[in-house]
Structure formats: structure tokens, C-alpha cells
């Protein structure tokens, strides 16, 4: 059982490249998540998804966009990477049975993502 | 002002030391999670808990949600328990979101 695997694991990207971090999870969840974790600051909240073909702005959206074709997957794009999203990103998934909210979610290993 | 505050930020302890991780927050909340990051960067849930106190193995979590406190306690701390804790809250209303506090480092030292 694998989890949530988060691919790449790492990364060098040069200012102004596109690129996708890809979140799959095989325990049927319906909620998942996109975190950054930057030094000094908790984990913040890029955008989630409460279920397939849906998608929500959370704390800090703006330079990313993300998509939940498959309820196994959610994927967010960078379209025009910036120094300023150098960073470790973290997708968590978590089972909400009917829109109950109080379950643990399920973290990924990180992506380490350097823009140079 | 951060609505979930960690102290301390840092912490070093000697084998066999009792630990005490305190979190306060801001916000009537539905439930506070309390999750562990080893070094290598995997994030781990410990607990989740919306009263009283939870227990597991040699960590027990406790909650006060009058004062807006929870503490994470480790017994007989070990090296292998060397790393960052890390509290979170979900806010009332049936938020989705969770809100997190920078995490607090334990060094544990043999």
C-alpha cells in the first residue's frame, strides 16, 4: 500500500519554466491537498479539493494552478516558476465519508523545488 | 498574530528526559492535530483530538479547549524521537483547511 507518492522528489528549474508536481494516492480518499513548507513559516495552504473535477483556492494560490481529473490524482502546475517558489511542497490526502471533517490526512514525501 | 503558536521553537533534551510541546490557538476550532517531521522530511499524524487526552505508546496528547491549549507530551525520550512536532487546527464550521504552527525542533541527545 503505498500511500501518497509524490513525484518528482526534486527539482532545479530555471525562472519563467513551466513544470507539473503530480500527487497520487491509492487509498480512495476524497480530500487532498497542496502545502508549501518554506523555513521559519508552518506549512501553508496552496489549493485542495474536496473531490474529483473539483478544486479550491486556500492561503497562498497565486502563481499556481492545480487539477483533479481522477480522484487519485491531483496535480499543480507551475506555469512561469519564480525564485519566490523555491520551496518544499507537500500533498496530503484525507477521508471525509459524507463531508465529515475531522480526519488525519495522509502527507506525501515532499518535493524540493529550487528556481533559480 | 499567528492563530496557532508553538513553544518552544527549539528544544534539546538528554535520553530519558520527560518532554512537554505546548500549542495555543486563536480560533474556536473542530478539532487540533498533532503530526511529526523526521529529519528526512516525511510529515507522520500523531493524534487527533478535539477533548480530553490521547495516548500512544510513549506520547500522550492533551487538550484544554477552554483555554485554546493542547500539549504534546513524549515519556523516556529516545534519540530516534529527534524531530519536528508540529500542531495544527481545524477551524469550527466544517472547515476543510487546516491551520498549522511552525513546529517546534526536540533534539534528543543519548
Known amino acids: 500500500n503505498a500511500g501518497v507518492t509524490q513525484t518528482p522528489k526534486f527539482r532545479v528549474l530555471k525562472t519563467g519554466q513551466s513544470m507539473t508536481l503530480l500527487c497520487a494516492q491509492d487509498?480512495?480518499?476524497?480530500?487532498m491537498y497542496w502545502y508549501r513548507q518554506d523555513p521559519g513559516m508552518g506549512l501553508r495552504l496552496i489549493h485542495y479539493?474536496?473531490?474529483?473535477?473539483?478544486?479550491a483556492k486556500g492561503e497562498v494560490p497565486d502563481g499556481y494552478n492545480v487539477s483533479r481529473l481522477k480522484k487519485q490524482n491531483f496535480l499543480l502546475g507551475l506555469e512561469s516558476a519564480a525564485p519566490s517558489q523555491t520551496s518544499v511542497y507537500f500533498c496530503a490526502s484525507s477521508y471525509n465519508p459524507g463531508g465529515a471533517d475531522n480526519q488525519p490526512q495522509h502527507f506525501g514525501d515532499g518535493t524540493r523545488l529550487s528556481i533559480l | 498574530k499567528n492563530e496557532v503558536e508553538q513553544s518552544p521553537q527549539n528544544l534539546t533534551a538528554q535520553e530519558g528526559e520527560f518532554i512537554t510541546i505546548n500549542c495555543s490557538y486563536s480560533?474556536?476550532?473542530?478539532?487540533l492535530h498533532w503530526l511529526q517531521q523526521h529529519p528526512g522530511g516525511g510529515i507522520v499524524s500523531l493524534f487527533m483530538?478535539?477533548?480530553g487526552k490521547k495516548k500512544h505508546g510513549r506520547l500522550i496528547a492533551t487538550i484544554n479547549i477552554q483555554e485554546k491549549h493542547s500539549s504534546l507530551h513524549i515519556t523516556a525520550s529516545h534519540p530516534r524521537d529527534s524531530a519536528v512536532y508540529i500542531c495544527a487546527v481545524r477551524s469550527q464550521g466544517g472547515s476543510e483547511k487546516l491551520v498549522f504552527g511552525k513546529g517546534t525542533k526536540l533534539t534528543v541527545n543519548p
Open positions: 483530538l478535539s477533548s
Open positions: 479539493s474536496v473531490g474529483e473535477g473539483t478544486t
Open positions: 487509498m480512495n480518499h476524497e480530500y
Open positions: 480560533v474556536g476550532i473542530s478539532a
